[in-house]
C-alpha cells in the first residue's frame, strides 16, 4: 500500500467554524506533513512531524493546529479562519524526515478547502 | 537562503512536440526531484537526480543533473495530452525541499 489518504475531499466552511482534515498512511513512514497550495503554485510547507512529534512549524497562524496521534494519523484543526486560507490543503509522508538526498515524499489528493 | 528557478512557467504545445523544462539555482542541492501533479490531485513523483551530470529515463521523459549539482532539466519527446499537468521540480535543502514554481504544461492534441 502505497497510498496517503486525506479526507475530506472537499470543504466548505464559514469563518466561524471548527473543522478537521485527516491523513492516513499505512507505509510504514514515521514523517508526515502538512502543505499549503495555492492555485498554479508550488506547495507551501506548514508543519512536519517525525516520530510522531512536531518537528518544524513554518510560523503558521494558530487557527491551523496539527495533531499525530499516532505515526499513521495526522490531523488539521481548523478554527476561525480567513477567506485567504482557501487552499488545496496536502498531507505527506516519508520514510523518517530527517531530510537526505533519498528522501522521498509521497503526497494524498488534497483536501480543497473554501472559507466563506 | 536556496532558491529554485523553474522555466518556463507556461508551456502550451501540440502533441507530438518535443520540450525542456529547466530548473535552475546558485545553490548547490544533494539531490533534485520531479514531481508532476494534476488538478485536483497531489503531487506525484517522477524521479529523484543525485549525482552530478546523471541522465535517468522514464519512456519519454529524460531528466538530467547537471555537472555541479545546481540546475537540473526535464524533456520530454514526442509529447502527449496525457504529459498535461504542473511540473514541479523541488531541491533537498538542509531540512525541507526547496521548491521550484512550477511549470504547467499542457498538450494540444
Known amino acids: 500500500d502505497t497510498e496517503v489518504t486525506q479526507t475530506p475531499k472537499h470543504l466548505v466552511m464559514g469563518m466561524t467554524n471548527k473543522k478537521s482534515l485527516k491523513c492516513e498512511q499505512h507505509m510504514g513512514h514515521r514523517a508526515m506533513y502538512w502543505y499549503k497550495q495555492k492555485a498554479k503554485k508550488p506547495p507551501e510547507l506548514m508543519f512536519v512531524y517525525s516520530y510522531e512529534k512536531l518537528s518544524i512549524n513554518e510560523s503558521v497562524p494558530s487557527r491551523f493546529s496539527p495533531e499525530c496521534p499516532n505515526s499513521s494519523l495526522l490531523n488539521l484543526h481548523l478554527h476561525a479562519l480567513q477567506p485567504e486560507d482557501s487552499a488545496l490543503y496536502l498531507c505527506?509522508?516519508?520514510?523518517?524526515?530527517?531530510?537526505?538526498?533519498?528522501?522521498?515524499?509521497?503526497f494524498g489528493s488534497g483536501t480543497q478547502l473554501s472559507v466563506l | 537562503t536556496q532558491l529554485l528557478e523553474q522555466s518556463p512557467q507556461f508551456l502550451s504545445i501540440q502533441e507530438g512536440e518535443n520540450l525542456t523544462v529547466y530548473c535552475n539555482s546558485s545553490?548547490?542541492?544533494?539531490?533534485l526531484q520531479w514531481y508532476r501533479q494534476e488538478p485536483g490531485e497531489g503531487p506525484v513523483l517522477l524521479v529523484t537526480v543525485v549525482t552530478g551530470g546523471e541522465v535517468k529515463k522514464l519512456k519519454r521523459l529524460t531528466f538530467q543533473f547537471g555537472d555541479a549539482r545546481k540546475d537540473s532539466s526535464l524533456h520530454i519527446t514526442a509529447a502527449q495530452p496525457g504529459d498535461t499537468g504542473l511540473y514541479l521540480c523541488?531541491?533537498?535543502?538542509?531540512?525541507?525541499?526547496?521548491w521550484g514554481a512550477g511549470t504547467k504544461l499542457i498538450i494540444k492534441p
Open positions: 545553490s548547490v542541492f544533494s539531490s
Open positions: 505527506a509522508s516519508s520514510q523518517d524526515g530527517r531530510g537526505g538526498s533519498e528522501e522521498k515524499l509521497f
Open positions: 523541488a531541491g533537498a535543502g538542509n531540512y525541507q525541499l526547496i
